[in-house]
């Protein structure tokens, strides 16, 4: 098991990665005397494949609480009916929240963890890709309205997070591709042997390698590998700036044009990571005109995105609405766009003041109109 200490003072905690670790849980949470009642949120899908592992390890009693399956259920009135819910079963100020799904289960879990009587201990256990690398880690938890996405919430550190890499083998190819743009993202930040190590490695990263019993051993030890460094830097990161005063916002890098594609595609077309895959393409040609940014490392990362399956276009798009949505983009601070762009590969800065021009000129090439 690999072991990653998130250091946040008072609210610290580790990250445990492993392979078919699911069980184990209860044992920790057990030995650590963590909450007098467990309360189990989780999808019926995950409860469906995980559930059971997760009750196995536990001797006491979980009280399981299942929420509506997808983005469209992450608002306040299902947050709601959870509060009722654990009203109903009497949980208290000592009670535990395990929250064992992707994303969507995680952040609402995680905001109800947070408002339960001003807050109740809470511990991740992460089943896509994309909540292993990222939405598990570091305390941001949100439900949406219907004007925007996660615009209630509250930063609230878990007390663990646990990851079965495990769980991965049962994801669509298409929601893994997605927690892998952000795996691509860590290496262009943070990262240039994690990104030369991705390279090397891409033509193992696909549900394929699954299927067959012999392949599948050596395809968990490797994702165990790229999850553990890909926490460990959300981890460094979130250690450094919690409340993303400012170097937190270098995970954004790609999100900027990521979210402006995906809300006027309405969520529909191009899920989180194809469009932070594009977004990411779009602010190295932006670093490249603004001369910070030498074209291989473009041409490197578009590389690889097309290796692991994820795209770096953006036709039928009209540019007018694209530059619109950048600018509604939450980065904005001070009336001023924050682009989070590539210096050198395991580099980026953020700057301000890039020229509107520059940003038009990529979005032509990147296939808009
Ligand atoms: N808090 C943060 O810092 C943060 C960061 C990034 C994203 N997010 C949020 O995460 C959410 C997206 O998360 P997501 O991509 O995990 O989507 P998701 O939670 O909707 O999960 C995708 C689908 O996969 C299913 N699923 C989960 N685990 C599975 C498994 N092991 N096998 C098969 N199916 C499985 C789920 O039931 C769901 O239908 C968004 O709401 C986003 O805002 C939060």
């Known amino acids: 098991m690999n072991k990653i200490r998130v250091n946040l003072k008072e609210h610290s905690y580790d990250i ?12 920790i949470v057990e030995a650590n005397n963590w909450g007098k009642e467990i309360f189990l949120i989780t999808d019926p899908l995950v409860n469906d494949l995980y559930g059971d592992r997760v009750r196995k390890g536990f001797k006491g009693k979980l ?15 299902e947050a709601a009916r959870v509060f009722d819910l654990l009203v109903r079963h009497g949980a208290h100020r000592d009670s535990l929240i395990v929250a064992l799904g992707g994303g969507v289960v995680g952040d609402l879990a995680g905001f109800v963890a947070a408002n339960y009587m001003r807050g109740i201990p809470y511990i991740q256990v992460p089943t896509t890709l994309l909540a ?9 938890t949100a439900v949406n309205h219907p004007k925007g996405k996660n615009l209630i919430g ?3 550190q878990p007390w663990l997070v646990f990851i079965d890499v495990k769980t991965l083998t049962s994801l669509p190819a298409r929601e893994l591709r997605t927690g892998l743009a952000e795996i691509v993202k860590y290496g262009m930040i943070k990262d240039a042997g994690f990104f030369k190590f991705l390279e090397e490695n891409a033509h193992h990263l696909n549900t394929k390698a699954f299927e067959k019993e012999d392949t599948l051993r050596a395809a968990l030890k490797l994702w165990q590998t790229i999850v553990a460094e890909s926490a460990k830097i959300k981890a460094e990161v979130v250690e450094k700036d919690e409340k993303e005063a400012k ?7 790609g999100h900027t044009f990521g979210h402006a594609i995906e809300s006027l595609t309405h969520y529909r077309s191009y899920n989180h990571g194809e469009a932070v895959a594009i977004g990411m393409v779009a602010a190295a040609l ?11 490392v473009t041409a490197r990362l578009s590389r690889l995105l097309d290796k692991l399956g994820l795209p770096s276009e953006i036709k039928n798009f009209q540019v007018a609405r694209l530059m619109a949505g950048i600018n509604i983009d939450k980065k904005v601070l001070g009336g001023k766009v924050n ?27 990147l296939g808009a109109k």
């Not at 009280?63 to 009135?77: A, C, M, P, Q, Y």
């Not at 292993?132 to 941001?140: E, H, L, M, T």
């Not at 170097?247 to 890098?253: A, G, H, S």
């Open 16 to 27: 445990l990665i492993g392979t078919d670790i699911l069980a184990e849980l209860g044992g």
């Open 63 to 77: 009280t399981l609480i299942e929420t509506r399956r997808g983005e469209n259920h992450k608002t306040l009135s």
């Open 132 to 140: 292993q690398v990222d939405a598990a880690i570091g305390g941001k």
């Open 154 to 156: 509250a930063f609230y």
């Open 247 to 253: 170097l937190r916002m270098i995970l954004n890098f």
């Open 286 to 296: 932006v670093a490249q005109k603004i001369g910070i940014l030498e074209p291989n």
């Open 339 to 365: 682009f989070v762009l590539p210096e050198k590969l395991g580099k980026v800065v953020i700057r301000d003041n890039v020229p509107a021009q520059a940003v038009k000129k990529v979005l032509i090439e």
